[in-house]
């Protein structure tokens, strides 16, 4: 996407028809409005006509022509970072290998981090780099990206090394460590020898040359209990650092309440979560992340209870869990399609979930909205009706992004 606007982060933004999403799933949606970004921030937000910017030189004003304005989309829950792909494994399991299987026998994950352990950073660096290009086209401007494909300190530092490179003007990066993500192959079974080289080796080093803003883990029957996790989730919160958990994708581990006390930012897939574990879950403030497109990819028939999840108040956020075994998908708005026709939330959930509810599964109050004081990342859009954002496969109707104020468009000739 090209940049468009002057330098200047200061820009208006006249004739918005601004989508405001709240956390409970529903939308305002609001006619006329101007939006005013200065110094990176939202500052002002009228109806038409009673906010002018004609006097402020410094100001770019861009007539979105009655547009639909959003938030900038947040995709929350991402492994972006990784050498190689995982074509061949899907070719197996169509024919009837489960992931499961593929896992226990060095493939899957493992086959990721051999890749990953051999790429240069610049190549590394250089793969993401694209991806995220590509996902902007979809209205993302902030995107979560773990590390969890080295499983040693040399790779896992590598990858949140280029976590850090592709945090920029273009897109908002947040960085989280999951090396407890699969147990690597030197460690010879021994899980709890591998929660001690990560709380004791590698996150403290890793920490100190602050590449991590969250700790995230593997909860499942594939991966590592609630007990072998703990010490790691409980040195990382001494530590000031929240937690998420990746919980009940493959099978109900009944381990909310093992978590509870670190008071989890998010817990993500849910497809086997218990009633026991969302009741306790409602008793504080962690969200629901979903990943419809994962669950489609491994052709899972069990879905998360989002009627449940509904019923407790629990905030529901989807991302696209964009990684190379289980959702090679770049599309957030994809995403929230597949969040509606499988997991049946409506419209307006979806695009709770990826904004208000994904700022907060990563612990940020400071995106997601549109509103004053709010960064100013918007999302501009091309349709007749919010609930086409859901409705496309595929198609990307983003007309453009601002970044705190930075107007990207993909034809800048046309402004
Ligand atoms: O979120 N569940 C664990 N991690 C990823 C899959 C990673 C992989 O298969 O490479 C997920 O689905
Ligand atoms: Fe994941």
Known sequence: MSLCSNNSSDVLITNATIVNPSVDGSWRIGDGESILIKDG?????RQQGSLKAQDD??????????????????DCHTHLIYAGNRATEFADRIVGKSYQEILENGGGILSTVEETRRAPIDRLHELASTRLER?????????????????????????????????????????TFLGAHSLPTEFHGDKVRYMDYLVNEVLPKLTDMNLVDIVDGFCDQVA??????LPYFERAKSMGLPIRVHLDQLGDTDSFNAFSHLAPISVDHLEYINDR?????????????????????????QKPPVEKLRYYGIPLALATDHNPGTSPVESLLLAMN??????????????????????????????????CG????????DVTDPVELSY???????WARVVGGMVFRDDSSSR
């Not at 962690?286 to 052709?299: D, E, G, N, Q």
């Not at 695009?351 to 909205?369: E, F």
């Open 41 to 45: 921030l939202i500052r002002e937000i």
């Open 57 to 74: 030189q410094n100001v770019t004003v861009v007539d979105v022509a009655g547009r639909f304005v959003t938030p900038g989309l947040i």
């Open 135 to 175: 996902m902007t086209r979809f209205g993302l401007t902030t995107v979560e990206v773990k590390s969890g494909y080295g499983l040693n300190l040399e790779t896992e530092t590598k990858m949140l090394k280029v976590a850090r490179l592709l945090d920029g003007p273009r897109a908002r990066v947040i960085s």
């Open 224 to 229: 590592f209990s609630a007990n072998e996790l």
């Open 277 to 301: 574990s969302i009741e306790s879950m409602a008793q504080g403030n962690t969200v629901a992340v979903l990943v419809p497109t994962a669950s489609y990819f491994l052709k899972q028939q």
């Open 338 to 371: 597949m969040g509606c026709v499988l997991f049946g939330l409506t419209p307006s959930e979806a695009l709770s979930g990826v904004t208000i509810n994904a700022a907060h599964a990563l612990g940020v109050s400071d995106r997601g909205r549109v509103d």
């Open 374 to 381: 709010m960064l100013g990342d918007l999302a501009i859009w």
């Open 392 to 398: 496309y496969m595929g198609h990307t109707p983003l």
